[in-house]
């Protein structure tokens, strides 16, 4: 276990924008509490608006003290085209720090499947707070969605608002066949190999101990902190009646968008969506 406090940048690399003089990407390994590299990247933000149909105009768009934290789904990690594509789309409206769960792409560990993963964000958000921005908006999608969730109730005032798209609201559940193949994944030794080998994810073989807090009873914690929440109405994994259990656990904190058409996490939450996002984070945060 490492003495040194979480969000300690272990490694870094910045790259400046030598035209403009402005600071460009940075991309480190950030040293979680309990010692765990998490390959992270900030990103500042756009200063030029680019053409683009989901970009705000220079009228709305809001001061640049605002900073987006992205955590991922199960299997995704920082380099995954859906997470960079949902990171330009929210770069339009704030600064972005992206990173890698442990035991997914080049972060060290092993994946606890959204348990420990508290952890890394809390870097995160940590790291995210050091370049000055007043307002941090966490952002994150099916096991990430259950992270953000937990960190905020967990880790109370680090945050000042909290979107969670296609999250569980409970634990163990196996209601479909996507969510079976993934507790096989999880479960079983073979499931373990399929996972290092043909999805870049390391998972722990250890069962939770203890059972994390449900997603269900992390919402009712929240407040006053505002929440969105976000569910397509054809996602495979889980069905309408996890958002609506989170909604009515979050009260008159949360907000909660049921999408048309929309299926499950990153991949199917297109850019408009991340727009509407954006615009939502930057009012609610303050």
């Known amino acids: 276990m490492s003495n040194r406090p979480a969000g300690h940048v272990a490694r870094s690399t910045v790259r400046p924008h030598r035209e403009t003089g402005r600071r460009g990407a940075i991309r480190t390994f950030l040293c979680t509490p309990d010692g ?19 970009a705000p105009d ?15 789904g199960f299997t995704g990690d920082v380099d995954r085209p859906h997470v960079r594509r949902v990171a330009g789309v929210l770069r339009g409206y704030g600064a972005v720090v992206t990173f890698s769960f442990r035991g997914h792409g080049r972060s060290g560990g092993r994946s606890t499947v959204g348990d420990k993963e508290v952890l890394d964000l809390a870097a995160a958000v940590e790291w995210a707070r050091g370049f000055g921005h007043a307002r941090v908006v966490t952002v994150g999608f099916s096991m990430g969605g259950s992270v953000v969730l937990r960190h905020g109730a967990l880790h109370p005032g680090t945050v000042d608002a909290v979107v969670s798209v296609s999250a569980p609201a409970r634990w163990y559940y196996r209601g479909t066949a996507p969510m079976r193949r993934l507790h096989w994944l999880v479960t079983r030794p073979e499931g373990r190999l399929v996972g290092r080998y043909g999805l870049r994810t390391r998972i722990h073989r250890r069962d939770w101990d203890p059972v994390p807090l449900p997603p269900v009873e ?14 397509g109405d054809r996602d495979g994994y889980f069905p309408l009646d996890h958002p609506r259990m989170l909604a009515e656990a979050a ?36």
């Open 36 to 54: 765990i590299p998490v390959d992270s990247v900030y990103d500042p933000g756009a200063v030029v608006y680019e053409a683009s149909p989901h």
């Open 251 to 286: 009260g008159d904190h949360g907000e909660l968008w049921v999408e048309p058409g929309m299926g499950h996490a990153e991949h199917a939450a297109d850019d408009a969506l991340m727009a509407r996002i954006g615009d939502w984070a930057a009012s609610a945060a303050g």
């Open 58 to 72: 220079a009228a709305s768009f809001p001061s640049r003290d605002l900073v987006f934290v992205v955590a991922h």
């Open 218 to 231: 992390a919402v009712s914690r929240l407040a006053p902190t505002p929440l969105l929440i976000v569910h």
